[in-house]
């Protein structure tokens, strides 16, 4: 078997996803599983599709056209390349946007195709990562759109904890419903969908604070890893079905203090160490290239990372009950961005369970 390698328990997933949708079905709420962390990878998918949601939601298109077979609308989270139009309007049913050039692309290339391609317009709610903010554009946007004819605007949506960290609240979802009521009004449409946001927003669920009219949720860390907001455990879900393990290749005792002139490291940084004597010392045949050591916790808490480089993750292993040895495999729980490196790298394996 290979090592290293992503040790993936689908049951685990499985359960996460039926608990979950089980929650957002109970409040009027569909589940756009967010597939973007398996690089395409259909088992993984079918976990999610096994566990109950109501869509295949993927960041880029080229995993959605993996998915092509599994009977579910598929939506494409990422705003489109205009270069990528036609491969959209293919493999996609519902597409986020925010660029009214884009959709006049997407409903050419629809027309073309003899499809309708439904898009959800992305509105900034202070993130500031995709979506409109000003008000008399979002109007603009909403009039392009309605006057396209192989293009449906089937919803609104907006984002939360991506790129300034903003967290959901309250009102800031009751101004969305709010946007929803104007554009319903202004020009007499029925707008469907308000997607809410993704695994952050199910926070709000213990307070009550989601606003009726909120009737979707794009959720992708929550269902794998188990997480929500500020990536702190959901209670009752797993978040230990991603495992990492990797292999031994050297275990040494040796100095915890370098001996000689002290420059920069691989990582390009001068790093201060705290003597602590002669400690046993384990070399893991992982590096930066698969995963930042920041990304890992050891299962056995008696392990200590000291860092990586490329392709070597150094560990202090002195005070483990468990003599490691070379060939050992030591296992690690990961974080959503260490995870998602690893199913990226194709130097990791994957086996799943
Ligand atoms: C990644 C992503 C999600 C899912 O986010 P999670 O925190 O994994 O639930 C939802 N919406 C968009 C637009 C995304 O890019």
Redesign the pocket.
Known sequence: MKFPRLEIDLNKIQHNTEIITRECHKRGISVAG?T?LFSGDKRIAKALVDGGVDWI?D?RVENLKRFKDFDLPKML??QPMLSQSSMVVKYADVS?VSEQVVVKKLDKVAQKQGKLLNVILMIESGDLR?GIFFKDEIDEAVKDILSMDNVRLLGIGT?F??FGGVKPTREKLMNLIEIRNEIQTEFGVSIEIISG????TLGLFKYDAIPLGINQL?????LSLGIGLDDIGIEDLHNDAFILATEIVERRNKPSVPIGDIGANSSGKQVNFVDKGIRARVNCAIGRQDIQPEEMEPIDPDIEILGASSDHLILDVTDSPIYYKVGDKIRFRIS?RGCLSCMTSSYVGKKFF
Request: glycine share 14%; hydrophobic share 30%; proline share 0%.
């Open positions: 967010v973007k939601a960041s989270l990422r986020l995709e984002n904890n991506c946001g993704n695994s952050g794009r959720l992708g860390a929550s959503y």
